[in-house]
């Protein structure tokens, strides 16, 4: 059986950075249960998570711990065996994207459509 990994633990000079923390680990359990909401997480895009989180979790929280967290949904939305090669990916983006296109590849067509529509909302 195939385990995800931790996201990296750097540790924690504040308490308010463990509470971050923990609310990110704790979101991150709820979307593993929600597989409807971990997946229009990923097809929103990077972008989109990246402004939801921010509102969610604070302001203050690092685009790069958000893209970790995105990437790390990316990896929960994907088949266990495309799960494998996006882990041996990870240091190389232009891979990891190449896999995420193969593994989805409508990702592109549905983020466009969910663009449209949020620009027809009221």
């Not at 059986?1 to 990296?8: K, R, S």
């Not at 604070?58 to 939305?77: C, F, K, Q, S």
């Not at 994207?97 to 459509?113: F, G, H, N, S």
């Amino acid at each position: 059986m195939l385990f995800l990994g931790d996201l990296p633990n750097v540790g924690y000079a504040t308490q308010r950075e463990k509470e971050l923390s923990d609310s990110i680990m704790t979101a991150i359990r709820d979307l593993e249960r929600n597989r409807a909401t971990l997946l229009t997480i990923v097809v929103e895009g990077r972008e989109r998570w990246r402004v939801v989180a921010k509102s969610a979790f604070g302001l203050r929280v690092e685009t790069d711990a958000l893209d970790a967290v995105y990437d790390y949904l990316t990896l929960l939305a994907c088949k266990p065996a495309v799960q494998r090669r996006l882990l041996d990916a990870q240091k190389s983006p232009d891979v990891w994207r190449l896999i995420v296109a193969e593994a989805m590849p409508d990702i592109e067509a549905q983020l466009q459509q969910v663009k449209l529509m949020q620009k027809w909302q009221p």
